[in-house]
């Protein structure tokens, strides 16, 4: 069984059609054999990216409420949620210094590796489409995985 870790642009990729989509559909599919963590902090995160998309047009704003009233149905029932503990937000700050990254994708970063560390046996697989905190994490040691180019 995988445990798949959605950082939040990934995450989108399951409720609104982009690049990736369809990829990540398949493994939501088989939930038998993969399951999807996110950080907690993923849901406020989720909630602005679709909200902008709403503001641009880009979604209606009733299938805005659809997309957010599934992704909460979601949330708590087929998601693991990884805690927005201090020792998230001090690797973040320690993520911050080694890779350069933006505060947000530290924060997720950080949030896959402690979340590493409590599994233990079962690593998860960090799925973001940012080559930059792709990168970051492969150094980290994390198995990579980019929806957009899965192989």
Request: charged letters at 25%.
């Amino acid at each position: 069984m995988a445990l798949y870790y959605l950082e939040t642009s990934a995450l989108v990729k399951l409720y609104v059609r982009e690049p990736g989509t369809d990829y990540l559909l398949q493994l939501a599919n088989n939930l038998v054999e993969n399951r999807f963590a996110v950080l907690a902090l993923s849901q406020v995160e989720f909630r602005s990216a679709i909200r902008r998309r709403e503001r641009a047009g880009d979604i209606d704003p009733k299938m805005a409420d659809l997309i957010l009233d599934r992704f909460q149905q979601h949330i708590e029932a087929r998601f693991l949620r990884q805690a927005l503990a201090d020792a998230v937000l001090d690797g973040a700050s320690e993520m911050i210094d080694r890779y350069a990254l933006r505060a947000y994708d530290a924060i997720q970063l950080a949030g896959c590796l402690a979340l590493k560390t409590a599994t233990g046996a079962e690593p998860p697989i960090f799925v973001c489409s940012d080559r930059q905190l792709l990168e970051a994490a492969h150094s980290e040691l994390l198995s990579i995985l980019d929806p957009c180019a899965p192989n």
